[in-house]
């Protein structure tokens, strides 16, 4: 027998997977770290953290699967993109990570998209906004308002990176990373050096990995250190994986031009796949070969999703019941008797690419109960994803149906909440946990077990339900929808 070890690091933990090469997850274990927040839309997280968890997840997942440690053959994982790190020469943190919803390098990001680089041509068609969740900006300022930390880093990686440093010795990053989030292009050049030569950034090639690799290929294997930590053997195979999301998308398997896939979590990434390059205003990409060789991504995105569902939680005292509010919520009728959410709690990353834009909630009256707004949340995040399948077809890109993982499946009420806003069917594959899911292809696929990826998904990768739009409620919706987009424009207004 053998057996994949699988990790999901995300915003508020990681949890780590063993899976059977039928596709079974055989047992899971889950372990919680710190997110800090500050003022200006600041989010910070301890890397230690991170290698804290995964020791202490992997252990509770094998003690759960009940298998001989020995039997893991290969281990794969993916990880929040953008999280920025600054290393020094032994790699360790000389701050906390900048975290990917970590927004505070607007400025910077104004300063990339000015350079007027031909590699903008993945920020809505050289258009722009550039985010200020991404590499470049968020690493100029680090140059600009914490030199010393700058000057000092050996290395400035993603969490991804930091993961595979720690595990195998080897100073490399993720093709998936590199080519969504740091204008890497495999077929034009690599590193974008034009924009570093413009922003006097050229050093900042020298502190990331010289080696790009791309997901399942094998990274390196395990030093006597972390197989110690671990509990596994030396011979284990570190593969390559990426971006949650976009691992996601294998494990949802969506891997052929026309599919689209939404990721759900703390925030919501939508990724299509295209058989030829596309760059719209509103859309970022397309990405080529950074999960599938020889095809390109699209994407869209929410910057602020279930982490909305959880500021709801806090504000009640963490006593708020998802289950009783689900129930509730689902006795109402579309609109919340007149309540509409901006959806934009830490910015906006897609169609507008706003940081500054910020979440509302329009049409509050005494008789609004808790229930009326845990739907209007739901409901304004499925406006949100609307506006981007809007602009995915303005661009060029459509689909018939919309393949959903992560935590919000959860939720028969919102599934059916975004087939009703999208218009399109909602279909959810048996395992719900695409980011591990996808994890296991890859860690299979490097361990030679499959010839390809898409190998790897039709083994692995199962169907499951679907949730239909109903035609009443896709209508209702339709009209909110229009005071929906109204107000971005009016608050962006007010806001300034």
């Known amino acids: 027998m053998a057996f994949y070890l699988t990790a999901d690091g995300g915003t508020e933990s990681l949890r780590a997977r063993i899976y059977d090469l039928n596709g079974a997850c055989l047992g899971q274990k889950a372990v919680p770290y710190e ?25 509770g997942a094998i003690a759960e699967a009940g298998i001989d440690a020995g039997q893991i053959e290969a281990m794969c994982f993916a990880t929040t993109c953008c999280t920025v790190v600054a290393l020094d020469e032994q790699g360790r943190a000389l701050r906390p990570a900048l975290m990917w919803m970590d927004v505070r390098a607007n400025a910077e990001a104004d300063a990339v998209l000015a350079t007027g ?48 440093l720690r595990l195998t010795g080897e100073r490399c990053a993720s093709l998936d990373n590199a080519g969504l989030r740091w204008h890497y292009s495999s077929r034009n050049g690599g590193w974008a050096r034009g924009i570093l030569a413009k922003l006097g950034l050229e050093d900042l090639i020298e502190k990331w990995p010289a080696r790009v690799v791309p997901p399942g290929e ?66 970022w990409g397309a990405y080529p ?16 999703t279930g982490s909305i569902i959880n500021w709801l939680r806090r504000m009640t005292g963490g006593t708020l019941d998802l289950a009783e509010m689900n129930r509730l919520a689902e006795a109402l ?23 500054l834009s910020r979440g509302a909630i329009v049409g509050l009256t005494l008789a609004h109960e808790p229930q009326h707004i845990f739907r209007a949340i739901m409901e304004g995040i499925g406006f ?8 995915f077809r303005a661009g060029g890109y459509a689909s018939t149906e919309i393949t ?24 959810i594959p048996a395992s719900a946990d695409a980011p591990s899911t996808g994890s296991a ?50 608050l962006k207004g007010a806001l300034a």
């Open 218 to 283: 094998v990274a390196g294997t395990l030093t006597p250190h972390a197989a110690h930590a671990l509990g596994l053997s030396q011979s284990v195979k570190v593969v390559q994986g990426g971006a949650d999301a976009l691992i996601g998308m294998i494990g949802l398997g969506v891997a052929q031009p026309g599919q689209l896939a939404l990721i759900t979590g703390s925030s919501h990434l939508l990724f299509g796949v295209t058989e030829a390059p596309l760059h719209a205003p509103g859309v």
């Open 117 to 164: 680089d031909a590699a903008l041509a993945i920020n809505g068609a050289g258009q722009g906004p550039v985010s200020a969740e991404w590499m470049i900006p968020k690493a100029l300022w680090l140059k600009r308002h914490e030199p010393a930390t700058f000057d000092a880093a050996h290395t400035i990686c993603e969490y991804q990176d930091f993961l595979i």
């Open 404 to 427: 959903v993982g992560g935590g919000a499946t959860a939720s028969r009420l919102w599934m059916q909440i975004h087939a009703d806003t999208a218009g399109l069917p909602v279909r």
């Open 289 to 304: 070969d950074i999960v599938y060789p020889g095809r390109w991504i699209v994407e869209g995105g929410q910057t602020s």
């Open 384 to 391: 949100g994803t609307r506006a981007i399948l809007d602009a």
């Open 333 to 355: 009728e579309p609109g919340c008797e007149g309540l509409i959410v901006q959806d934009h709690f830490q910015g906006n990353r897609t169609p507008f690419t706003d940081p």
């Open 441 to 490: 292809v890859l860690a299979a696929h490097g361990a030679g077990r499959f010839a390809s990826i898409d190998e790897g998904i039709a083994a692995l990768v199962r169907p499951g339900s679907s949730i239909d739009p109903r035609p009443r409620e896709a209508a209702m919706y339709e009209e909110i929808y229009h005071k929906y987009k109204a107000l971005y424009p009016a």
């Open 35 to 59: 997110t800090r927040f500050a003022a200006g839309a600041r989010a910070e997280q301890n890397p230690e953290d991170w290698w804290q968890a995964l020791i202490t997840a992997t252990a």
